[in-house]
């Protein structure tokens, strides 16, 4: 890893403060960036690294090997994207008329219920990849308006960003938690994260599942008739989206270790409770590289699930905070705009609750 000055530079500090304010507006302001935010967070990746002198082999290596490599596994976001795309392309009618009957059997507003907690759930076990393919999927195949599948897919993906952070099989978040703290005093093992977080985190993701299936319920219920569902997907769209989705990935690889310079100069010295918002910044950064940075073996358990906890929820404001985010929103076709407009005001208020509970009472 190269190493980074250990006093702040005036130029690197402006310019990256620079890249990161368009990162942020762009998206919601030209609407060629925002039909096109892959290549656009791929571009501003690549200005971020270039004027932090960040560039080397390894992280080369990174960007490019990330969408496809798990850990030491042959498989990544990129090969489940695209084999789960092509697998719903060609059994696409038996796999929505069963989602449809399981719907009506058990009623629109238990199964959202069901849909939300379930997944967020389960993406500890099964990891927010396989989780957001499914996701995305089920949600195009329900009988409800774009604006509703939005809707539904951004309050799924905010559950799902709280649940995978159980196990360190749900997502590198929590792989490199328990890295961090594998030795004294903490000594984390597989299950750390579910003793130190699952207090707050199961119930986050009931109540989240609980208020989608009141909000959302009621209408995919009264239209659940209007004959909404179709299929436009070929297989071009397909492997394009799973393209989409690799650059997507490796772009957000280049910003946080682009963005590391501002981090360690500024963020690791922020006091817990101002970090927690600081951290809203993983909106449109990689939440492994700020676990990374931020996490150590002398902060308190205190220190770690405040931190912890507003990454996980931040992440879900924009398309770029999480992997379910970039998966779902390339399904479905959400521009940063219609995301933001639920995400943000919904992870504000939950942030809000959440640093009530840790920091207040």
Known sequence: MTPIPSQPVLGIVLGLAAIASLALVLPFLVKKVEENLEPFFLIMGVSVVTISGLWNRRLVGEALKAPVVIGTLPIGIFQVVLV???????????????????????????????????????????SVILTACLLAEITAALPLHKHEKIKLVVVACFAVALGAVLTPLGEPLSTILVSKLAGPPYHAGFFFPLKVFGFYMIPGVLVIALFGALWLGSQMHAKAGGGIREYPETVWTVVLRAVKVYMFIAALVLLGEGFRPLIVWYFAKIPPGILYWFNTTSAILDNATLTAIEIGPTMSLAQILGIIMGLSIAGGMLIPGNIPNIVAAGRLKIRMKDWAKIGVPLGLAMMAVYFIILYVL
């Open 84 to 126: 789960v795309g092509l697998l719903i392309h060609f059994f696409n009618e038996p796999f929505c008329n069963a989602i449809l009957r399981l719907a009506k059997r058990i009623g629109h507003g238990p199964f959202i219920f069901l849909l939300i907690a379930g997944f967020g759930l389960l993406s500890s076990v099964i």
